[in-house]
């Protein structure tokens, strides 16, 4: 069956240092996948996209990487701050959006 | 306005009565999603439309579900007989092309449904 699969544990990290999410699928061939961050009581907010012939993304402090061998997206934050705190949801095409149930992220000061 | 709008920001209903959701996406986007939050969890796909094609209504749980939308804009997402599970964020996104063009999706802040 059809699976998209996030870290269900929250990440709890400190400021500074670097916070790593993961997105792993099953029996999907996107073409292409797509981070969004969500905060309490708010609807997702679009982060980054990154296509099936690209390896890596960045965007100021966050990076993505897609790796279609193992069905894997990695999300990476650097230096992280405490307004990082959210959580982070991965969505990959697959006829239509389909999301993952998200990672809790929380930077401690 | 700019964004996706959607109303009822909240709405209390009493089991077994039907209840209408609206969502007005962004003007000119042609997709409009429908997906259901339940506390803690992840999105669940209900509907997608996509301008004048058939939507993709694999998502909806049940028949007591529907949705529409009316001149490829405004839509109504109906659920009939309410249930207490039925209880959620209801949220709806529109984009400017189809899901396969990879364009963003913006999502509206959600109408918050509680059954008792």
């Known amino acids: 069956s059809q699976k998209i699969e996030q870290n269900s544990e929250a990440l709890n990290i400190q400021e500074g240092k670097t916070a790593t999410l993961t997105c792993n699928y099953t029996n999907y061939s996107p073409a292409y996948l797509q981070w969004y961050r969500q905060d309490p009581g708010r609807g997702p907010v679009f982060l980054l996209l990154i296509r099936e012939n690209e390896k890596e993304k960045r965007k100021e402090r966050l990076k993505v990487t897609f790796d279609t061998t193992l069905k894997q997206s990695l999300f990476h934050i650097t230096a992280s701050q405490p307004a990082d705190s959210a959580t982070y949801l991965c969505?990959?095409?697959?006829?239509?959006?389909?999301f993952g149930q998200g990672t809790e992220l929380s930077v401690k000061p | 306005g700019a964004g996706v709008s959607q109303s009822p920001s909240n709405k209390v209903t009493e089991k077994g009565k039907d209840v209408e959701l609206r969502c007005d996406p962004i003007?000119?986007?042609?997709?409009l999603y429908w997906y259901r939050q339940s506390l803690g969890q992840g999105l669940e796909f209900l509907i997608y439309f996509q301008g004048n094609s058939a939507p993709d209504k694999s998502g909806l749980p049940s028949d007591r579900f529907s949705a529409e939308r009316t001149g490829g804009s405004v839509s109504t997402l109906t659920i009939q007989r309410t249930q207490q599970e039925d209880s959620a964020v209801y949220l709806c996104?529109?984009?400017?092309?189809?899901?396969?063009?990879?364009?963003?999706?913006?999502f509206g802040e959600g109408s918050w449904l509680t059954v008792v």
């Open positions: 969505a990959l095409e697959g006829g239509k959006l389909i």
């Open positions: 003007s000119g986007h042609t997709a």
């Open positions: 996104a529109s984009s400017l092309t189809d899901s396969a063009s990879g364009n963003t999706i913006y």
